[in-house]
């Protein structure tokens, strides 16, 4: 049996009081605390007849007494991937080494999650959290810990479409991204391909977005954990898939075949927000060249936010997500955070400079990072966009006029969107765009490293692109154009 599997099989539910479901906030039930531990190398070998599960629980009993921080809570111990079985994670392993022959196989077998008999926090960090992460990150036997929650979310024939008079970003440079020339080619328009939106919750049943058929895959549809989920995620789908019909607007990429997948998800006595495991769900679900879009942040120790790769399993997640030739598109977040500076995970001891490009401590996920500009021209970087050398291209952070809900009452609605998490999916737009035209002429698709470099050609740049450090927008025109001279 392979490691993964053995790490996986050995203490697959190691129970640690029986915990009931968690009280409803509005309707909906309130993710746990939880945290994600990875067992180094050593101590899997060296850990004679414990499982690893039962390796974490001595480790996390001791933090409790140690630091005196959840010293009376009641803990599930669990492989931290649960929803694919130890034999499909392995072949999506070995299908991700057999499309990129570089891919460095993560462990997950290795990682494992801790959930709490308790509610985490609204906002911010459990501070007991924290204590017991600073004392688990110091033991040998700990590769990696973090915390196991997401942060609060940031905020075709188109003149039959009321709303697209209002959709600057669909139409020409220097303000948009060209989409309307891009629709007048076979392909066009996202046919052919299929993204995943990866957040909390989605009206998937607005008036502009039903007759696209998007369905949920895995995980839960929470409306309201934050206030905004259900706006938040609806205006997400809206910027890509809005129906071209004579409701509302248009999506960048209305053909294409939309699904989504819940970060929050019920194991083990959960709820529980576990963003690695939804992202490797999302990855079973799709196939070379298509697009998953990750509308997820996190924090710093110090609540600073910041792309969620920064921690190591929802880094580990992705890269095996793109080295089965997936693009992935990740905001760039909302922390107005220099991205070239060293940044502190919580927990830790030592500040690293994770996404500084040529630095010793730089790893590249191979996502596409999105930086968010402003809607009007001449084009800069807005100051809640986290920007650095790291960041690949940008698109509008507001002013995106989709589709969206009105909240208390919870009826479709269209508004102006904002934030990277705004941009990412005009971004992941214009990758389905691409996608369908390449798929139409060529019969295959771009891999994520040539749709990363590509999608920079021709793009329209900030006005002091050395100082926002947010890279180009894309267009899309000179995109086309560039490939079709070069390659056809």
Same mark, same amino acid.
């Given at each position: 049996?392979?490691?993964?599997?053995?790490?996986?099989?050995?203490?697959?539910?190691?129970?640690?009081?029986?915990?009931?479901?968690?009280?409803?906030?509005?309707?909906?039930?309130?993710?746990?605390?939880?945290?994600?531990?990875?067992?180094?190398?050593?101590?899997?070998?060296?850990?004679?007849?414990?499982?690893?599960?039962?390796?974490?629980?001595?480790?996390?009993?001791?933090?409790?007494?140690?630091?005196?921080?959840?010293?009376?809570?009641?803990?599930?111990?669990?492989?931290?991937?649960?929803?694919?079985?130890?034999?499909?994670?392995?072949?999506?392993?070995?299908?991700?080494?057999?499309?990129?022959?570089?891919?460095?196989?993560?462990?997950?077998?290795?990682?494992?999650?801790?959930?709490?008999?308790?509610?985490?926090?609204?906002?911010?960090?459990?501070?007991?959290?924290?204590?017991?992460?600073?004392?688990?990150?110091?033991?040998?036997?700990?590769?990696?810990?973090?915390?196991?929650?997401?942060?609060?979310?940031?905020?075709?024939?188109?003149?039959?479409?009321?709303?697209?008079?209002?959709?600057?970003?669909?139409?020409?440079?220097?303000?948009?991204?060209?989409?309307?020339?891009?629709?007048?080619?076979?392909?066009?328009?996202?046919?052919?391909?299929?993204?995943?939106?990866?957040?909390?919750?989605?009206?998937?049943?607005?008036?502009?977005?039903?007759?696209?058929?998007?369905?949920?895959?895995?995980?839960?549809?929470?409306?309201?954990?934050?206030?905004?989920?259900?706006?938040?995620?609806?205006?997400?789908?809206?910027?890509?898939?809005?129906?071209?019909?004579?409701?509302?607007?248009?999506?960048?990429?209305?053909?294409?075949?939309?699904?989504?997948?819940?970060?929050?998800?019920?194991?083990?006595?959960?709820?529980?927000?576990?963003?690695?495991e939804a992202i490797l769900d999302a990855a079973s679900f799709l196939a070379y060249g298509d697009v998953m879009l990750l509308e997820m942040q996190v924090g710093d120790e110090y609540l600073n936010l910041w792309p969620v790769e920064i921690y190591d399993a929802e880094f580990d997640a992705i890269q095996l997500a793109v080295a089965l030739g997936i693009t992935v598109i990740e905001p760039a977040a909302n922390g107005g955070v220099n991205m070239d500076t060293p940044v502190l995970r919580p927990g830790a001891t030592v500040a690293k400079s994770l996404l500084t490009v040529?630095?010793?401590?730089?790893?590249?996920?191979?996502?596409?990072?999105?930086?968010?500009?402003?809607?009007?021209?001449?084009?800069?970087?807005?100051?809640?966009?986290?920007?650095?050398?790291?960041?690949?291209?940008?698109?509008?952070?507001?002013?995106? =006029? !989709?589709?969206?809900?009105?909240? @208390? &009452?919870?009826?479709?609605?269209?508004?102006?969107?904002? /934030? $990277? %998490?705004?941009?990412?999916?005009?971004?992941?737009?214009?990758?389905?765009?691409?996608?369908?035209?390449?798929?139409? =002429? !060529?019969?295959?698709?771009?891999? @994520? &490293?040539?749709?990363?470099?590509?999608?920079?050609?021709? /793009? $329209? %740049?900030?006005?002091?692109?050395?100082?926002?450090?947010?890279?180009?927008?894309?267009?899309?025109?000179?995109?086309?154009?560039?490939?079709?001279?070069?390659?056809?």
């Amino acid at each position: 049996m392979s490691t993964l599997a053995r790490s996986l099989a050995f203490g697959l539910f190691l129970l640690h009081n029986v915990l009931g479901a968690s009280i409803p906030r509005n309707g909906d039930p309130v993710p746990r605390s939880a945290i994600a531990i990875k067992l180094s190398p050593s101590s899997l070998k060296a850990r004679d007849a414990l499982s690893g599960a039962q390796l974490v629980e001595s480790l996390v009993r001791g933090a409790q007494s140690s630091s005196h921080s959840k010293r009376d809570t009641g803990f599930n111990v669990l492989p931290l991937i649960t929803s694919l079985t130890p034999e499909q994670l392995a072949e999506l392993v070995a299908k991700a080494v057999k499309t990129t022959p570089s891919y460095v196989p993560a462990d997950f077998g290795a990682w494992y999650q801790v959930q709490f008999a308790s509610d985490s926090p609204a906002e911010g960090y459990d501070s007991e959290i924290l204590d017991l992460l600073k004392t688990l990150g110091s033991k040998d036997e700990v590769a990696s810990c973090q915390p196991l929650v997401g942060s609060k979310s940031p905020a075709v024939s188109p003149s039959n479409d009321p709303q697209f008079a209002n959709q600057g970003y669909l139409k020409a440079a220097p303000g948009g991204i060209e989409a309307q020339y891009a629709w007048g080619f076979a392909g066009g328009d996202g046919a052919n391909t299929k993204v995943i939106d990866i957040e909390r919750g989605w009206k998937l049943d607005h008036e502009d977005l039903v007759s696209q058929n998007i369905t949920l895959l895995a995980g839960m549809n929470v409306m309201d954990r934050y206030g905004g989920n259900y706006p938040h995620g609806t205006a997400v789908l809206g910027e890509i898939l809005m129906a071209d019909n004579t409701i509302g607007g248009v999506g960048i990429a209305p053909s294409a075949k939309g699904h989504v997948v819940g970060i929050q998800r019920t194991v083990g006595g959960g709820p529980v927000e576990n963003q690695p495991e939804a992202i490797l769900d999302a990855a079973s679900f799709l196939a070379y060249g298509d697009v998953m879009l990750l509308e997820m942040q996190v924090g710093d120790e110090y609540l600073n936010l910041w792309p969620v790769e920064i921690y190591d399993a929802e880094f580990d997640a992705i890269q095996l997500a793109v080295a089965l030739g997936i693009t992935v598109i990740e905001p760039a977040a909302n922390g107005g955070v220099n991205m070239d500076t060293p940044v502190l995970r919580p927990g830790a001891t030592v500040a690293k400079s994770l996404l500084t490009v040529g630095h010793a401590d730089f790893r590249d996920s191979g996502a596409i990072m999105v930086g968010a500009g402003s809607s009007t021209t001449p084009r800069t970087r807005l100051s809640f966009s986290n920007y650095g050398s790291r960041v690949d291209v940008h698109s509008w952070g507001q002013n995106i =006029r !989709t589709s969206s809900v009105d909240v @208390p &009452a919870y009826t479709d609605s269209y508004a102006d969107f904002s /934030g $990277t %998490s705004g941009a990412a999916p005009i971004v992941a737009g214009a990758a389905l765009s691409m996608q369908g035209i390449v798929k139409v =002429r !060529t019969g295959g698709k771009l891999s @994520p &490293a040539a749709l990363r470099n590509r999608i920079k050609i021709g /793009g $329209t %740049s900030t006005s002091d692109p050395v100082n926002h450090k947010i890279g180009v927008q894309p267009n899309l025109k000179n995109l086309i154009d560039w490939w079709q001279l070069n390659y056809l």
